[in-house]
């Protein structure tokens, strides 16, 4: 089920996951939300929607909200490549 749902999106996603208590630490590493929601017979995840940007040294640099203007996520990044 995760790869199909991953490969929804690109197919070269890769899909982690794990037990109860190390999603819910990683959610809290990440500063996350999660919550599995009824639908009918099914459900859905709502959770916090963002995309991280780290550095060459592997520390986080950015949290980019997804309802961001792709021109603000340009902006972020261009100030990591080019610092004053």
């Known amino acids: 089920m995760l790869k199909a749902y991953t490969a929804a999106f690109d197919p070269s996603f890769i899909g982690l996951y794990g037990d109860l208590e190390r999603t819910a630490q990683i959610a809290k590493d990440f500063k ?4 599995k929601m009824p639908t009918g017979s099914s459900y859905t995840m709502d959770h916090t929607s963002l995309s991280y940007v780290y ?20 902006d972020d990044i261009r ?6």
């Open 55 to 74: 550095d060459p040294l592997g520390k986080l640099r950015l949290a980019l909200r997804h309802e961001q203007p792709a021109q603000d996520y340009a």
């Open 32 to 35: 996350v939300y999660y919550k």
């Open 79 to 84: 100030k990591l490549l080019n610092p004053a």
